[in-house]
């Protein structure tokens, strides 16, 4: 019987597979995702600030676009993902990159290989924080820096956060809308099952895993409609 780890690993390299045509289309494309991926790059940038990138690694890559927008800061581009098919739409997207289908617990560099390490919007679909963040850490130069964008808090939606009711009229208002337009509800989920954090339980983890962490903050979001 496969371990918790493996089994949600193959749900979502089958999942990402058989979508994989979709996936701009769903995550890249969209209005609100180009907001958020200027609002993290821009982040990015912020928090690396002076500092020279030679190597750089994303954990969960996708089709490459942000790490595509890597090359604006980084000599060399790595990206690795464990869907295949996903990974052949980026390498054919962003020649320049460096892909690799691979696990992110089980990471094919070697120790101290990467100025930085990110992981963008992805983890959450890992299963395997612990283990990931280890993995991070290992390839991860001395000095280097680790940044993790795009993470979803498990408090959200909870009634005591103020977001939650916004939230709520936005997907009543979206909602809404979709009936006036007619839009089409995609046929499979636009997403696989994922996990969520509690913001004080994720800065512990990274903690043990052997970071310095040096900027923390979380902030509530819209879901992301398509």
Not at 20 to 33: E, F, G, I, L, R
Not at 56 to 83: M, P
Not at 90 to 112: F, H, I, M, Q, S
Request: charged share 25%; glycine share 4%; proline share 4%.
């Amino acid at each position: 019987m496969p371990d918790f780890y493996s089994q949600k690993s193959k749900e979502q390299k089958d999942y990402y597979n058989q979508t994989a045509q979709s996936y701009d289309k769903w995550h890249v494309d969209t209005p609100s995702a180009k907001i958020v991926d200027f609002w993290n790059f821009s982040n990015l940038q912020k928090f690396i600030k002076g500092k020279t990138i030679n190597k750089s690694l994303e954990l969960g890559s996708g089709t490459g676009r942000l790490a595509n927008s890597l090359l604006e800061i980084s000599q060399e581009v790595y990206g690795v993902d464990q869907s295949s098919e996903v990974l052949k739409i980026a390498g054919e997207k962003y020649p320049r990159l460096n892909l690799t289908c691979a696990e992110v617990v089980d990471l094919p560099y070697d120790d101290e290989y990467f100025d930085l390490v990110i992981i963008n919007g992805s983890l959450h679909h890992f299963f395997a924080i612990e283990k990931t963040l280890t993995e991070a850490y290992r390839v991860l130069k001395i000095g280097g820096s680790f940044v993790l964008l795009g993470e979803p808090s498990s408090e959200f939606l909870k009634p005591y956060n103020p977001f939650f009711y916004f939230w709520l009229i936005d997907r009543i208002i979206c909602k809404l809308l979709a009936i006036l337009k007619k839009t089409e509800t995609p046929s499979v989920a636009i997403e696989p099952d994922a996990e969520s954090y509690k913001p004080w339980v994720l800065k512990k983890q990274l903690t043990a895993a052997g970071f310095e962490v040096k900027t923390f903050y979380s902030y509530d979001y819209f879901v992301r409609h398509n």
